[in-house]
């Protein structure tokens, strides 16, 4: 079945620094990929998303291609700050039913 | 109220008790979901409810029981749960459910099982 693998966590940067979280899907059809964030006591919330190959989704500084090729959907940021600290979570959709497949999350940590 | 909100935010119960979470919605979507969330696990649905019609139940225990009356509220009956229950549940929604569809997320009530 579908599934989606992240980069285990925490990932802990200083402010300023480049951001790259993985995350890798497999998928028989052509799914809908996103990322989705979770702040300190919150739920989630969605950051970007790309319903197609070669499509780019971007916010708030946040980028991530949709890569057919090697099924992978990275999200980056050139410059993150303390208030990126949270946990992200990369998930698909096939488009056929009402389920979202979700990968395990990655807790990301800025140190001022 | 904006959003999706959620009550209780903490919720603490014994193995016997009978509680029930609430959800509601401010937005007009047409489709809700009660997912769990424990720790180091990927989010696990459990509900979706389309036009207040149950459409997914992921292979759920009888002990979790939901209730949609109308397309705004959200419910959750628990009774005799047990600790491994312990978890954050939250509830979502979305326009109508479809694949591409952005989920909205409540924040979630910590549920404690003892």
């Known amino acids: 079945g579908d599934s989606v693998t992240q980069m285990e966590g925490p990932v802990t940067l200083s402010e300023e620094a480049f951001l790259t979280i993985n995350c890798t899907y497999t998928?028989?059809?052509?799914?809908?990929l996103f990322w989705y964030v979770q702040y300190p006591g919150e739920g989630l919330q969605l950051l970007l998303k790309a319903t197609k190959a070669d499509d780019k989704g971007s916010n708030k500084g946040f980028e991530a291609t949709y890569r057919k090729e090697t099924t992978s959907f990275h999200l980056e940021k050139g410059s993150v700050q303390v208030s990126d600290s949270a946990v992200y979570f990369c998930a698909l959709s096939d488009g056929g039913n009402y389920q979202l497949i979700w990968g395990a999350g990655t807790k990301l940590i800025i140190k001022p | 109220e904006t959003g999706v909100t959620q009550t209780p935010r903490h919720l603490v119960m014994g193995m016997t008790n009978k509680k029930s979470l609430k959800c509601e919605q401010h937005?007009?979507?047409?489709?809700m979901y009660w997912y769990k969330q424990s720790a180091k696990k990927p989010l696990e649905l459990m509900f979706v409810?389309?036009?207040?019609?149950?459409?997914e139940n992921n292979s759920v225990p009888s002990r979790f029981s939901p209730e949609c009356p109308n397309s705004s509220h959200l419910f959750l009956h628990l009774h005799t749960l047990q600790p491994e229950d312990s978890a954050l549940y939250l509830c979502a929604s979305s326009q109508t459910g479809g694949g591409t569809d952005t989920q909205y997320f409540g924040p979630g009530t910590r549920l404690t099982v003892l």
């Open positions: 937005l007009g979507h047409n489709a």
């Open positions: 998928a028989t059809g052509y799914p809908s």
């Open positions: 409810y389309s036009l207040e019609e149950r459409v």
